[in-house]
């Protein structure tokens, strides 16, 4: 492989850019390896050599109790606590995402969160109730960050394809974001609600009643919350033995598939969680074109740059 195509030098780009950009900015966490391997797919050797690579360009520092984060461009530092920008209920639940994202839901804790921010449990407190209030913050933060597109893709399909890939993404960022959303006992933020309706818009006008409207994104998103369920455990598999998903079916799975004529078939690629995961939604989302089209719908005539006007 050429050396400027090589994995880790391609995230470590991707990296560089976020802190030349001001993405990431002096103080903040990077990903992790954990991160890396998870959001990239790639072995842990991989993404320890893409930190490594930044590291050695003085671009990030190691802080025992904290992780890895951005350092100072001038003087290629970690900035100390005195010149940390002041608490704020943002800084809180940045914090406690890049946590979840690098150690798993179950390490969040107020004592972890105010130790990586350098300040006291009591002073986080000022910001958040609890652990309960700061998880809900955390998913509609994380929702937010995926943003609605206005005006919408054409087409009733194209918009919930949309949704749910890059709910799906979230997720395979934030693996603990299965475990914050509920379908039983659904969020009521700003921006999960925003969500549904900027999905029911995409099916108003096409003969459906605002319950079947809402049953048909909830049937979507609850499928992809359901394939994402697994990925926080699936992450720490990854974590403590060093193997991919990829990797561990190419040494374990596929071995044994040649003793399987019908499995024998399947080339490799095929059983790429990413593949399933547009299968299965391609096929509901056949169904619910037969919804429509059994209430005889088709695509509304006003234009998808806001809420139907009334009348």
């Given at each position: 492989?050429?050396?400027?195509?090589?994995?880790?030098?391609?995230?470590?780009?991707?990296?560089?850019?976020?802190?030349?950009?001001?993405?990431?900015?002096?103080?903040?966490?990077?990903?992790?390896?954990?991160?890396?391997?998870?959001?990239?797919?790639?072995?842990?050797?991989?993404?320890?050599?893409?930190?490594?690579?930044?590291?050695q360009e003085g671009l990030i520092r190691p802080?025992?109790?904290?992780?890895?984060?951005?350092?100072?461009?001038?003087?290629?530092?970690?900035?100390s606590r005195r010149s940390a920008p002041e608490l704020s209920e943002e800084r809180v639940v940045r914090a406690a995402i890049a946590i979840a994202d690098a150690e798993g839901l179950a390490t969040l804790t107020m004592r972890r969160i105010a130790t990586s921010l350098g300040t006291s449990v009591m002073a986080l407190y000022r910001y958040v109730s609890g652990r309960d209030e700061l998880v809900t913050l955390m998913a509609d933060r994380v929702l937010?960050?995926?943003?609605?597109?206005?005006?919408?893709?054409?087409?009733?399909?194209?918009?919930?394809?949309?949704?749910?890939?890059?709910q799906w993404a979230l997720y395979r960022r934030h693996?603990?974001?299965?475990?914050?959303?509920?379908f039983t006992r659904p969020m009521a933020t700003p921006h999960a609600m925003a969500q549904v309706e900027w999905a029911m818009?995409?099916?108003?006008?096409?003969?459906?009643?605002?319950?079947?409207?809402?049953?048909?994104?909830?049937?979507?998103?609850?499928?992809?919350?359901?394939?994402?369920?697994?990925?926080?455990?699936?992450a720490e598999a990854v974590q403590q033995t060093g193997t991919t998903d990829d990797?561990?079916?190419?040494?374990?799975?596929?071995?044994?598939?040649?003793?399987f004529p019908l499995l024998s078939q399947i080339p490799?690629?095929?059983?790429?969680?990413?593949t399933l995961f547009e299968f299965g939604l391609q096929r509901l989302l056949d169904g619910v074109a037969t919804l429509i089209g059994?209430?005889?719908?088709?695509?509304?005539?006003?234009?998808?740059?806001?809420?139907?006007?009334?009348?």
């Open positions: 492989m050429d050396e400027a195509q090589s994995p880790y030098l391609r995230i470590a780009a991707e990296l560089r850019r976020r802190i030349t950009t001001g993405r990431l900015r002096p103080g903040d966490r990077v990903p992790s390896t954990r991160q890396i391997t998870r959001e990239w797919g790639v072995a842990m050797a991989t993404a320890t050599k893409a930190l490594t690579t930044l590291r802080v025992p109790g904290v992780g890895t984060v951005v350092a100072d461009p001038k003087t290629g530092a970690v900035p937010a960050d995926g943003g609605l597109p206005e005006p919408q893709p054409p087409g009733w399909r194209a918009c919930l394809e949309w949704a749910a890939r890059t693996p603990w974001l299965a475990q914050a959303v509920s818009r995409a099916v108003d006008g096409l003969g459906l009643d605002p319950v079947t409207m809402v049953h048909i994104y909830v049937t979507v998103a609850n499928y992809v919350h359901g394939t994402a369920a697994h990925l926080e455990a699936e990797e561990w079916l190419e040494s374990t799975v596929i071995p044994q598939m040649p003793e490799p690629d095929s059983l790429d969680l990413n059994s209430h005889g719908g088709g695509e509304p005539s006003w234009p998808r740059t806001g809420p139907r006007s009334p009348g």
